[in-house]
């Protein structure tokens, strides 16, 4: 098992800047790879960004390609996402996941990661 705990949510105006902080704890030599998704009131949960555990390859999506900035310490445990330029769209509840080796779904895919935090809200006023 894998305990992930998100921080760092909160209010921030549009063209504002928020990191968002998961700390993971319990079998952490398992993780692969995490992955930060997210959330809008009334949407389905959607993929934003990637780091590999071992060799740090990220990926992001459109959305949030060149705002969006994953980053991870391997001695903390803990995977951080800059956002910066925020806009009012990027409102929503941010879960940070594992993606455990062996995984055969994409990794935009909610199927491919085996543990989830509990989300940390964030809300961008324009």
């Known amino acids: 098992q894998v305990q992930l705990v998100e921080s760092g949510g909160g209010l921030v105006q549009a063209g504002g800047s928020l990191r968002l902080s998961c700390a993971a704890s319990g079998r952490t030599l398992s993780m692969y790879a995490m992955s930060w998704f997210r959330q809008a009131p009334g949407k389905e949960r959607e993929f934003a960004a990637y780091?590999?555990?071992?060799?740090?390859?990220?990926y992001y999506a459109d959305s949030v390609k060149g705002r969006f900035d994953i980053s991870k310490d391997n001695a903390l445990n803990t995977v951080l996402l800059r956002m910066n330029s925020l806009k009012p769209e990027d409102t929503a509840v941010y879960y940070c996941?594992?993606?455990?080796?062996?995984?055969?779904?994409?990794?935009?895919?909610?199927?491919?990661?085996?543990?989830w935090g509990q989300g940390t809200q964030v809300t961008v006023s324009s």
């Open positions: 780091i590999n555990w071992n060799d740090g390859r990220t």
């Open positions: 996941a594992v993606r455990l080796l062996g995984s055969t779904y994409p990794y935009t895919a909610e199927s491919g990661y085996a543990y």
